[in-house]
């Protein structure tokens, strides 16, 4: 059975949600749990399937969530995944410069993770157009103690600076982000500022002198490059419709919830 909640935008969120959901994720070693999260509107709600079937076919450990627009998602998903209703959030204005943008104001969601869940110390953030394509518990266990996120920068723009990640696939470290405010930081700018990419500018500018690189195959992508053996397969960028990989994508939503969890790597 597949569980819900949601955030009314005129309550804070609960102090420790779904507590109950979360006892699913293996424990590693030091006791940290493993998440992940999708966010997406209704347009995308079809996309999820692809990203998350490939994420529990090698990684059937995750507690993983989906951040949608309504009380109930629409397709079927096994009891490690839950959706939450975050249309009322309360973080970030419908007036504010960002949230209207050319982008879903599900993007701004990255910014306040650590007020959903309190209870993670760390949690993977997840475009819902990418593929997991090996188990990614390295994520989880690499060395995190004075880093807020983790990811790929995006060597293939040139106006970036080489240390600006792409947040397609990033790992952040909630408890640090807490500690020094860091998320309060980021709602605040994404609230008063107008960005061109709204949350990963902010994160990139909050979080700069402490991210950690990771390799490219971390994010195969058109923004950040390519390599022969990717961890993570990201579909994004001006021609994504027909990059050569989008077939595997789909092939992802296609395969029968049955063989994902029977034939787990």
């Known amino acids: 059975m597949m569980l819900h909640r949601h955030f009314a935008s005129n309550e804070p969120p609960p102090p420790n949600p779904a507590h109950q959901v979360n006892t699913l994720g293996r424990e590693l070693s030091d006791g940290t749990r493993k998440a992940v999260v999708y966010a997406g509107t209704r347009n995308l709600y079809k996309d999820m399937l692809s990203a998350v079937k490939s994420m529990l076919t090698y990684n059937p450990d995750v507690q993983i969530y989906l951040l949608i627009e309504d009380d109930q998602y629409p397709f079927y998903m096994p009891e490690n995944v839950e959706s939450i209703n975050v249309s009322g959030q309360p973080w970030f204005r419908k007036s504010g410069p960002n949230f209207r943008s050319g982008w ?27 593929l997991a394509m090996e188990d990614l518990s390295y994520l989880w266990e690499m060395d995190m103690t004075d880093k807020g996120v983790a990811g790929v920068p995006e060597y293939e723009i ?17 408890k640090l ?3 020094k405010e860091w ?9 008063r500022l107008k960005l061109t990419w709204p949350e990963q500018d902010a994160i990139n500018t909050v979080m700069k002198g402490h991210i950690i690189i990771l390799p490219v195959r971390y994010n195969d992508s058109f923004p950040c490059g390519y390599t022969d053996n990717p961890a993570v397969i990201h579909l994004c960028g001006p021609d994504k419709k027909h990059d050569a990989r989008m077939p595997l994508y789909e092939a992802f939503g ?7 969890l029977l034939d787990r790597k």
């Open 183 to 191: 998320d309060n930081r980021m709602i605040d700018m994404l609230n």
């Open 104 to 130: 879903s104001y599900m993007i701004l969601m990255r910014a306040a993770l650590t007020k959903m869940f309190p209870e993670y110390d760390r949690i993977l953030s997840m475009d819902v157009d990418t």
């Open 254 to 260: 296609k395969k029968p919830w049955d063989d994902i």
């Open 158 to 174: 040139i106006s970036r600076p080489r240390d600006y990640i792409n947040v397609g696939c990033m790992m952040q470290n909630l």
């Open 177 to 179: 982000i807490r500690e």
